[in-house]
């Protein structure tokens, strides 16, 4: 079951359906896809409760704006995209509720490139090959494979428990940080043997983000890399590849990338930095620093531990019941609290 949730008034530059990807269809040609930036798609269900996996919004450097057509309970991670509810400003990484015919007006970033809606239960489309993701390159997924578009409906999903947050926000120490710098660990690639030149340019230089980035690949502008002319293999193209074209000029491939291709590949981005890599944004810098495969595993081990043992901080529904009870019996007549968009207000009623 689900229900109409939000009208778009305006589509934002690139607003997309996405949830984790649909992996294990590389073989048949179709890409990955799903968020740019995984880990702000799982802390936004995390403060709904719920499942990882679960679709939102992603949204691209300038985002849509949105009308609630009912009540609400929402999330907000990943770049600060300068939310407002109603002209009321709202920060990241915060849970919320909005009411029908709120207004929610995303702006342009500031740092990063990609910001993140998440709705209680879930964006609900029609799965493809297991996702709801849109692979927009495959025209798959999402609202008919495409962006949204004004006017577009979004629904959303019945919750498995009808618990709604009063004020909901993560642990700072959780949350990364947005810059216009980033340096990403890399560890060796399939051709490293042959392309050890062209990595050891890579590690000394300072790269650009060029603004022909796009989901498919981040292009790096920069000294051009070392390449032999030579007959490259067809091979797998694996998430995070450092690709190097025959014009030298480094791509970072990443969530709609091809599913085989035969440039080279020095490097791969370790995946404890694919969330930073799908947050570069054009004009950033950005530098890179080898490790060993085996630190890599351990540096993905040690913040998935830190993402699984994470809880939201904050009230529920339950917390207001709890709260109701104690006023009841205490000689407290009126009690109103505000947080950010949402409102609790309680009266005792009259005796008369």
């Not at 949830?19 to 896809?33: A, E, I, N």
């Not at 999330?75 to 207004?103: C, K, S």
């Not at 540096?299 to 009230?315: C, D, K, T, V």
Request: glycine letters at 12%; one cysteine or more.
């Amino acid at each position: 079951m689900s229900r109409d949730a939000l009208l778009v008034r305006r589509a934002g530059l690139q607003t997309t359906v996405q949830d984790l990807g649909r992996p294990g269809y590389g073989r048949f040609g179709v890409p990955l896809s799903g968020a740019m930036d995984t880990e702000s798609l799982r802390l936004g269900n995390m403060l709904l409760d719920n499942p990882a996996h679960a679709a939102g919004l992603e949204m691209t450097l300038v985002g849509p704006e949105l009308e609630a057509l009912g009540s609400l309970d929402c999330a907000y991670t990943g770049a600060d995209m300068n939310l407002t509810v109603n002209g009321r400003r709202l920060q990241p990484y915060r849970a919320f509720a909005v009411r029908e015919g709120d207004v929610l007006r995303f702006g342009a970033v500031r740092t990063g490139a990609r910001a993140y809606l998440c709705l209680r239960g879930g964006v609900d489309v029609e799965p493809v090959l297991g996702s709801r993701s849109t692979a927009v390159t495959a025209r798959i997924g999402g609202f008919e494979g495409r962006p949204l578009l004004g006017g577009d409906i979004i629904r959303a999903l019945e919750p498995a428990s009808s618990t709604t947050p009063l004020v909901r926000g993560l642990p700072q120490s959780l949350l990364r940080r947005h810059g216009r710098e980033t340096t990403l660990r890399i560890v060796e690639g399939p051709q490293v043997a042959e392309m050890h030149e062209a990595l050891e340019h890579l590690l000394a230089a300072d790269w650009t983000v060029n603004g022909r980035s796009n989901r498919v690949g981040v292009r790096l502008d920069g000294p051009r890399l070392p390449v032999r002319p030579q007959a490259w293999r067809t091979e797998g193209v694996p998430i995070g590849a450092v690709q190097v074209p025959a014009d030298g000029a480094p791509i970072l491939l990443l969530a709609d990338r091809q599913t085989t291709g035969g440039y080279p590949k020095p490097a791969v981005i370790a995946a404890v930095d694919l969330p930073a890599a799908g947050q570069l944004q054009p004009g950033d810098r950005v530098a890179f620093r080898m490790v060993a495969i085996e630190e890599a595993v351990e540096l993905l081990r040690e913040r998935e531990s830190i993402l699984s043992s994470a809880r939201p901080e904050g009230r529920s529904a339950g917390a207001i019941e709890s709260t109701i009870s104690a006023l009841e019996t205490s000689t407290v007549t009126e009690l109103e609290v505000q947080r950010g968009s949402l409102a609790f207000k309680w009266t005792r009623p009259s005796t008369e």
